[in-house]
């Protein structure tokens, strides 16, 4: 099964840059999807193919990469978007999802 | 508006089964492959199984093979999970989730959950 590793957790300040990093334990080309969620709530896709925004989602998320090294980012980040981010890989069976970053506000 | 709407959980013993159904609306279902996924107590995400929109592909994690069957009803708008032996570590919130289309294992809509707690 393909590993991906993701940072615990990130303090970032309103108004500034947040990124997280998710890395694959083998390539998965650009089968990397970014999932938000919320306390309480079901995930949420923002993010697929690797840099692709889904459908509603605000421009102040993006995401990069491809192989096994992908970055998320929030910018500016607000404080709606205090959350536990996923990433997702397709590239192979079965699905994987890494452990979740969790964002906090300074 | 697309909606996935969980139901059937509960408290269950070890060993007994359970059966969990999604009701899905605001979208052709019979056009979209589906998963379930869950979520253990404070875990993170688990793909548990999919099933393709005909039902001609289904798969399952090794954790639940042989346990667990998904099914839908295409008719009814309905996807199914059939979990029989169950035990305590499959404790845990299973949200159904939409299969985007033209783009395979993107899941870009979910349910809000149902809880699933195995103990006796």
């Known amino acids: 099964d393909i590993v991906l590793t993701q940072s615990p957790a990130l303090a970032v300040s309103l108004g500034q840059r947040a990124t997280i990093s998710c890395r694959a334990s083998?390539?998965?080309?650009?089968?990397m999807h970014w999932y938000q969620q919320k306390s309480g709530q079901q995930p949420k896709l923002l993010i697929y193919?690797?840099?692709n925004l889904a459908s509603g989602v605000p421009a102040r998320f993006s995401g990069s990469g491809s192989g096994t090294d992908f970055t998320f980012t929030i910018d500016p980040v607000e404080a709606d978007d205090i959350a536990t981010y996923y990433c997702?890989?397709?590239?192979?069976?079965?699905?994987?999802f890494g452990s979740g970053t969790k964002l906090e506000i300074k | 508006e697309v909606q996935l709407v969980e139901s059937g959980g509960g408290l269950v013993q070890p060993g007994r089964s359970l059966k969990l159904s999604c009701l899905a609306s605001?979208?052709?279902?019979?056009?979209?492959?589906m998963n379930w996924i869950r979520q253990a107590p404070g875990k993170g995400l688990e793909w548990v199984a999919s099933i393709s929109s005909s039902s001609s592909y289904i798969y399952y994690a090794d954790t639940v093979k042989g346990r667990f069957t998904i099914s839908r009803d295409n008719a009814k708008n309905t996807l199914y999970l059939q979990m029989t032996s169950l035990r305590s570590e499959d404790t845990a919130l299973y949200y159904c989730a939409r299969i985007a289309a033209r783009a395979r294992g993107v899941m870009d809509a979910w349910g809000q959950g149902a809880s699933v707690t195995v103990s006796s």
């Open positions: 997702q890989q397709s590239r192979n069976d079965p699905l994987t």
């Open positions: 193919g690797a840099s």
């Open positions: 083998e390539s998965v080309r650009s089968s």
């Open positions: 605001g979208f052709t279902f019979s056009n979209y492959g």
